[in-house]
């Protein structure tokens, strides 16, 4: 176990749905991350956030949408997705956002594999 | 455009032999560079990070090279075992912050 919990493990839904992803880390952490991971494509770093303040949109659609209450909670809500959204869903987390100077390293949580039908 | 490349997209070898990875990168001057490890149905799991100024970064079994002059980072696996089977990432870090990550490659090591 990293530390970093996602709920649910996989979810199925539709287009006109709405759901969310949910990521807790109990590290004591400041620094938390949203990555997609689709087939035969690398990381894609989605958002972060720094002391609950969001630091990076990396060019992510409006039907995602981003919330961090907290430094230890960290959610992602989906809306009328389309079915190229489905991919692995990852939560990372790192004492501090990484940046020049510290080394960082990331936890990544297990992962919360989306389907969109 | 920055380009992040790892070799092969699979790796095959026998069990014992020593692995090595490949990671390349242009368009990129990183400050430093993470391996990742990550098993089916997991997150990654860091491994080992080297520096713009280091050449060289070992941990037990893993030895990790960071060349700046050919934008090459090589991951070895000495005495390499099956249950070192995953896909294996490398991550460049800016000094502007955020990692990009390669599309990893995939290890096999048979008995």
């Known amino acids: 176990e990293t530390g970093v919990t996602q709920t649910p493990r996989h979810l199925v839904m539709g287009m006109t749905n709405k759901k969310s992803l949910k990521c807790e880390q109990h590290l004591g952490h400041n620094a938390m991350y949203w990555y997609k991971q689709s087939a035969k494509k690398p990381l894609e770093l989605m958002f972060v956030?720094?002391?609950?303040?969001?630091?990076e949109n990396n060019s992510v659609p409006s039907r995602f949408s981003p919330e961090c209450p907290n430094s230890s909670h960290l959610f992602l809500h989906l809306h009328t997705l389309q079915p190229e959204d489905s991919a692995l869903y990852l939560c990372?987390?790192?004492?501090?956002?990484?940046?020049?100077?510290?080394?960082?390293?990331?936890?990544f949580g297990p992962g919360t594999r989306l389907t969109v039908l | 455009s920055q380009k992040i490349e790892q070799n092969s997209e699979a790796l095959n070898i026998q069990e014992g032999k020593t692995a090595t990875l490949t990671c390349n990168y242009t368009?990129?001057?990183?400050?430093?560079l993470q391996w990742y490890r990550q098993d089916p149905g997991r997150g990654p799991v860091f491994l080992l990070l080297i520096r713009e100024n280091e050449k060289e970064k070992r941990k037990e079994r893993l030895k990790v090279t960071f060349d700046t002059t050919l934008k090459q980072s090589l991951f070895h696996i000495t005495a390499s075992q099956p249950a070192d089977s995953a896909t294996y990432l490398c991550a460049l870090n800016t000094n502007a912050g955020k990692s990009t990550f390669g599309d990893g490659t995939t290890l096999t090591v048979k008995p």
């Open positions: 990372a987390s790192s004492q501090d956002i990484v940046s020049a100077g510290n080394t960082n390293e990331q936890f």
């Open positions: 368009n990129y001057s990183p400050a430093y």
């Open positions: 956030y720094n002391f609950k303040e969001q630091t």
